[in-house]
C-alpha cells in the first residue's frame, strides 16, 4: 500500500514551454500532497503544499504564478512549470500525505526535468 | 537554529558494522518523526516513523527517540554495501492551521565491502 506516481519520469523541453507533472495516490486518498524540488547534491526544497480543493501554499521565494499547482482530487495533483528556463532544469517530487495518526508522506519516484 | 538537523556527512563504516544516525530538531511540540532513504538519483523512501520516546525496531533498522533531548536516531545493525545512500530525518512541526513536515539535509552514508 502507500503507493504514488509520478508522470512523466523525465521530460526534456525547449526554453519557454510549459512543462506538466502529474502526482497520483494510487490505493489511498491524500488531502495533502506536496511539490518539492531537488538540485544535484542537494537536499530536497518544498515548494509547495497542495490542498485537494483550495489554492496551493507556496514556500517563501516560489513563485506561485511559476509553478502552477491544481489538486482537482484526492488522488491528484499537477504542478505545471510556466515558461520553462533552463534554470528550472531538477529533480521535481511530489509526495501524499496519508491522512490518520501516522500522518506518513509517501513520495512519487519523481520527474527530472531538462530545460534547453 | 535550524529546525532540523543533520551531520551532513560522509559516515563511512564497515560492512557488517552498526551504522548510527543522529538528528536533532527544535520544536518541543514535535510529535511524529520519521527516517527517509534517499539513493543517488532517485526519490526518497520511508524507512521508520517513530512517536513515542524509546526504540523502535524493525528488522535491521532501529529508531530511537528522546523528546526531552529533542533528539531521534537511526541504528542500522550488519550494515550492507546496499545501505549505502543519504538518510533523511523527518519532523512534523506545528504550523499554523495544522502542521508540516521539516526535512533535515541529510545524512551521506557509506557502507564499505
Known amino acids: 500500500g502507500a503507493v504514488v506516481s509520478q508522470h512523466p519520469s523525465w521530460v526534456i523541453c525547449k526554453s519557454g514551454t510549459s512543462v506538466k507533472i502529474e502526482c497520483r495516490s494510487l490505493d489511498f486518498q491524500a488531502t495533502t500532497m506536496f511539490w518539492y524540488r531537488q538540485f544535484p547534491k542537494q537536499s530536497l526544497m518544498l515548494m509547495a503544499t497542495s490542498n485537494e480543493g483550495s489554492k496551493a501554499t507556496y514556500e517563501q521565494g516560489v513563485e506561485k504564478d511559476k509553478f502552477l499547482i491544481n489538486h482537482a482530487s484526492l488522488t491528484l495533483s499537477t504542478l505545471t512549470v510556466t515558461s520553462a528556463h533552463p534554470e528550472d532544469s531538477s529533480f521535481y517530487i511530489c509526495?501524499?500525505?496519508?491522512?490518520?495518526?501516522?500522518?506518513?508522506?509517501?513520495f512519487g519516484p519523481g520527474t527530472r526535468l531538462t530545460v534547453l | 537554529q535550524k529546525e532540523v538537523e543533520q551531520n551532513s556527512g560522509p559516515l563511512s563504516v564497515p560492512e557488517g558494522a552498526i551504522a548510527s544516525l543522529n538528528c536533532t530538531y527544535s520544536d518541543r511540540g514535535s510529535q511524529s518523526f520519521f527516517w527517509y532513504r534517499q539513493y543517488s538519483g532517485k526519490s526518497p523512501e520511508l524507512i521508520m516513523s517513530i512517536y513515542s520516546n524509546g526504540d523502535k525496531e524493525d528488522g535491521r533498522f532501529t529508531a530511537q527517540l528522546n523528546k526531552a533531548s529533542q533528539y531521534v536516531s537511526l541504528l542500522i545493525r550488519d550494515s550492507q554495501p546496499s545501505d549505502s545512500a543519504t538518510y533523511l530525518c523527518?519532523?512534523?512541526?506545528?504550523?499554523?492551521?495544522?502542521?508540516?513536515?521539516?526535512f533535515g539535509a541529510g545524512t551521506r552514508l557509506f557502507v564499505k565491502a
Open positions: 523527518a519532523v512534523n512541526i506545528s504550523n499554523t492551521g495544522g502542521f508540516k513536515t521539516i
Open positions: 509526495s501524499a500525505r496519508r491522512t490518520g495518526r501516522s500522518n506518513e508522506q509517501f
